[in-house]
């Protein structure tokens, strides 16, 4: 079993920069992760993943250039860097793991997510 619990959303001005982090705990060795965003109405969207390694990583069209992914194994955690942020980028993320790919059925374990708010 593993348990993942994000942190560092919150409030910011357009074109500002906020870092999220998700710390897993449980079975997470050797499993790859990422993030997944909601926002209100819509579907939920991958945003980025990792692999274990780090040496892998992909992102959503919408999340290049912007958005970077890190992961520390050390710490068991996985980040993500949002800089020139959008009042689109508005939306609750997830922190996944024990998966691949681009889609929500993709993962098996999910956070309980994090709100970030960009005001314009």
């Known amino acids: 079993q593993v348990q993942l619990v994000e942190s560092g959303g919150g409030l910011v001005q357009a074109g500002g920069s906020l870092r999220l982090s998700c710390a897993a705990s449980?079975?997470?060795?050797?499993?790859?992760m990422g993030w997944f965003r909601q926002a209100p109405g819509k579907e939920r969207e991958f945003v980025a993943s990792?692999?274990?390694?780090?040496?892998?990583?992909y992102y959503a069209d919408s999340a290049k250039g912007r958005f970077t992914i890190s992961r520390n194994n050390a710490k068991n955690t996985v980040y993500l860097e949002m800089n020139s942020l959008k009042p689109e980028d508005t939306a609750v993320y997830y922190c996944v793991a024990g998966g691949w790919g681009s889609l929500p059925t993709d993962y098996t374990y999910w956070g309980q997510g994090t709100q970030v708010t960009v005001s314009s």
């Open positions: 990792i692999t274990w390694s780090g040496g892998i990583t």
């Open positions: 449980g079975r997470i060795f050797g499993d790859n």
